[in-house]
């Protein structure tokens, strides 16, 4: 979360007022501090005027975007629409526009060269600039140099016709290390865009850029230990996967393409890709719903966003049988961190288990130490639905819990502009509430949550509120603190509860953006 100063910014004798080299300060305009520009670039605007996409770019483009309202500037060889930045910049804007259309990289490095700029202009991305058709002759041996590297292998990309452009990957090598490297060429790459299972010698690399999934396979041509690293560079969307040698040999290529190897394609065109995990616990949390504890394989990389889902497999009288589940985290007071090494390996759920259902009791049966398959992540829920929200809604009736844990979670502890999140939780008696005690003590905690339960057979003792979701339960709990301000309702349950909530909604008049109902 932004620390935010309670003092003037900046302070009075700030690098950002006087700079080392007694360089002249422009004095800027009321609201363009470096703080302003920060929260500029934290609210999810556009500020490349790209949608997030990258581009290459040719020198030809390059010499176009040359005017205040429309300057690109290339720095080390990744260009920036510099024109949002214009006024927040300490040097002012001739400074700036002496590189306009230009590689400004010299005259970036005699002023700023201590400015960390990828992450301040992180935000104006446009992309790399294009490389020229020919290269120079030593370029080969210069990289070889520069990084120690051995043979790469080139690709060539599968272009998609429509949707982001295609990735593509490369690799290197040290003594004791081979570094995989895929170019997403896409912002917003997180942790969980990328999904690696090594088994074997096989080893899988799935990348998901909006809806659709670029995967590295390939048979590796040598052993490697089981443990490796996943990193990830944002600002230029960038994947390492880093894998140690069990020999220090030096490997004259990756391995041999497997299976749609270097494909890019729509995510709904592609299998669900299934690995073994491990039950590791089961807790009872109700009556008939317990927390299930499943430990990932070994060499295995595996996040699921939050909001998404993932399938079940289990063998039921010989044949594979598949569900939805929506993994949660361990308990509502388990805190989002960054994901550090090694890999978060358990993946939670929350199950009702139906005594007369088909999948539910036989995963009920599983003993400690069995195996359930589980899915790649699935689903439609977009984490910027949560960027710069004042109020979130969430409606939720008995399992339809489980998609807000991680939204209610993840809100509260990444979204600085949140004002209000509220449950409402629809369930038949007291005895089915989830994690009763966790929602009172976080809302005790957190003056920001509140929960509501709604019961729909209560005994006679209860005295909260009773029923169904109706017009009247949501008009009176769905209150927005402006016409203008930001606000999310998600909605799950059982599919009529959903449909009938939606259809309530927009009679309230809240607009399609506002709503997100978790289906399958
Ligand atoms: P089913 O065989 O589907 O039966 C469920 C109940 O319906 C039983 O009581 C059964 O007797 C009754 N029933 C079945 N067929 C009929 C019929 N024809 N007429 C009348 N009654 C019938 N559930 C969770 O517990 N946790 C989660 O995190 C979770 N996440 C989900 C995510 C998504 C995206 C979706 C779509 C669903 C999710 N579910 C979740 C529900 C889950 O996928 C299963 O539907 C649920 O576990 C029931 O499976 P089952 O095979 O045991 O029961
Ligand atoms: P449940 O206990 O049967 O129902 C929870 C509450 O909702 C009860 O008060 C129930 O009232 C009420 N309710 C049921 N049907 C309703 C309707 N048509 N209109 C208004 N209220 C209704 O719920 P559950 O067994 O836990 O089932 C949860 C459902 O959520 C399942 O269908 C599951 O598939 C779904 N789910 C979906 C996702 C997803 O991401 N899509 C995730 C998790 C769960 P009464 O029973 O007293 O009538």
């Given at each position: 979360m932004l620390n935010v100063p309670s003092q003037s910014f900046p302070g009075p004798s700030s690098q950002q007022r006087v700079a080392s080299g007694g360089r002249s300060k422009v004095p800027l305009k009321q609201g363009r501090s470096l703080m302003d520009w920060i929260r500029l670039t934290k609210s999810g605007k556009d500020l490349t005027g790209l949608k997030g996409r990258l581009i290459e770019v040719t020198e030809e483009e390059l010499k176009k975007h040359n005017k205040k309202d429309d300057c690109w500037i290339c720095i080390r060889g990744?260009?920036?629409?510099?024109?949002?930045?214009?006024?927040?910049?300490?040097?002012?804007?001739?400074?700036?526009?002496?590189?306009?259309?230009?590689?400004?990289?010299?005259?970036?490095?005699?002023?700023?060269?201590?400015?960390n700029y990828e992450s301040m202009l992180k935000e104006c991305l446009v992309g790399r600039m294009a490389m020229k058709p020919a290269f120079p002759k030593d370029y080969h041996e210069e990289k070889k140099v520069l990084?120690?590297?051995?043979?790469?292998?080139?690709?060539?990309?599968?272009?998609?016709?429509?949707?982001?452009?295609?990735?593509?990957?490369?690799?290197?090598?040290?003594?004791?290390?081979?570094?995989?490297?895929?170019?997403?060429?896409?912002?917003?790459?997180?942790?969980?865009?990328?999904?690696?299972?090594?088994?074997?010698?096989?080893?899988?690399?799935?990348?998901?850029?909006?809806?659709y999934s670029y995967l590295v396979h390939v048979a590796l041509s040598h052993e490697i230990q089981e443990d490796f690293s996943v990193l990830v560079v944002e600002n230029v969307g960038k994947i390492e996967i880093v894998?140690?040698?069990?020999?220090?040999?030096?490997?004259?290529?990756?391995?041999?393409?497997?299976?749609?190897?270097?494909?890019?394609?729509?995510?709904?065109?592609?299998?669900?890709?299934?690995?073994?995990?491990?039950?590791?616990?089961?807790?009872?949390?109700?009556?008939?719903?317990?927390?299930?504890?499943?430990?990932?394989?070994?060499?295995?990389?595996?996040?699921?966003?939050?909001?998404?889902?993932?399938?079940?497999?289990?063998?039921?009288?010989?044949?594979?049988?598949v569900k939805p589940y929506t993994p949660v985290c361990d308990s509502l007071f388990s805190e989002f961190k960054e994901p550090v090494l090694p890999n978060n390996i358990y993946i939670y759920f929350l199950?009702?288990?139906?005594?007369?259902?088909?999948?539910?009791?036989?995963?009920?049966?599983?003993?400690?130490?069995?195996?359930?398959?589980?899915?790649?992540?699935?689903?439609?829920?977009?984490?910027?639905?949560?960027?710069?929200?004042?109020?979130?809604?969430?409606?939720?009736?008995?399992?339809?819990?489980?998609?807000?844990?991680?939204?209610?979670?993840?809100?509260?502890?990444?979204?600085p502009s949140l004002r209000k999140v509220k449950?409402?939780?629809?369930?038949?008696?007291?005895?089915?509430?989830?994690?009763?005690?966790?929602?009172?003590?976080?809302?005790?905690?957190?003056?920001?949550?509140?929960?509501?339960?709604?019961?729909s057979a209560p005994t006679s003792e209860w005295s909260g509120k009773q029923g169904y979701i109706s017009p009247a339960l949501l008009s009176e709990f769905l209150k927005r603190?402006?016409?203008?301000?930001?606000?999310?309702?998600?909605?799950?349950?059982p599919t009529p509860f959903t449909e009938q909530g939606m259809k309530m909604l927009h009679d309230l008049n809240f607009s399609k953006d506002e709503i997100h109902s978790f289906t399958a």
């Open positions: 990744f260009v920036y629409n510099v024109s949002p930045y214009m006024e927040y910049h300490p040097g002012g804007e001739d400074e700036l526009m002496r590189a306009a259309g230009s590689d400004g990289t010299d005259l970036f490095d005699q002023v700023h060269r201590w400015v990084n120690g590297m051995l043979p790469q292998s080139q690709v060539t990309d599968t272009l998609a016709k429509e949707g982001p452009s295609s990735p593509s990957y490369d690799w290197f090598q040290t003594d004791s290390l081979v570094t995989i490297v895929i170019y997403t060429k896409q912002k917003d790459i997180n942790l969980d865009s990328v999904i690696v299972d090594h088994r074997d010698d096989s080893f899988r690399a799935e990348t998901v850029i909006k809806d894998l140690k040698k069990k020999e220090n040999t030096s490997w004259k290529c990756l391995g041999h393409p497997q299976e749609n190897h270097n494909s890019f394609i729509p995510k709904k065109d592609t299998g669900l890709f299934y690995r073994k995990c491990q039950l590791v616990s089961k807790e009872d949390v109700t009556h008939d719903t317990k927390l299930f504890c499943l430990m990932l394989p070994p060499s295995t990389h595996l996040e699921v966003p939050v909001g998404q889902h993932v399938y079940l497999r289990l063998p039921i009288t010989g044949t594979e049988i199950i009702k288990i139906y005594p007369a259902g088909f999948f539910t009791p036989e995963l009920d049966q599983l003993q400690i130490g069995d195996y359930v398959s589980v899915s790649n992540p699935e689903g439609n829920f977009i984490i910027s639905q949560l960027q710069e929200l004042e109020d979130l809604f969430l409606l939720a009736a008995g399992t339809g819990f489980t998609p807000m844990v991680k939204v209610l979670n993840y809100a509260l502890t990444n979204i449950l409402m939780f629809f369930n038949k008696t007291e005895d089915d509430i989830i994690w009763r005690s966790q929602l009172e003590k976080l809302a005790f905690k957190d003056k920001r949550f509140e929960v509501e339960f709604v019961l603190r402006s016409d203008t301000s930001k606000v999310l309702i998600c909605l799950c349950g």
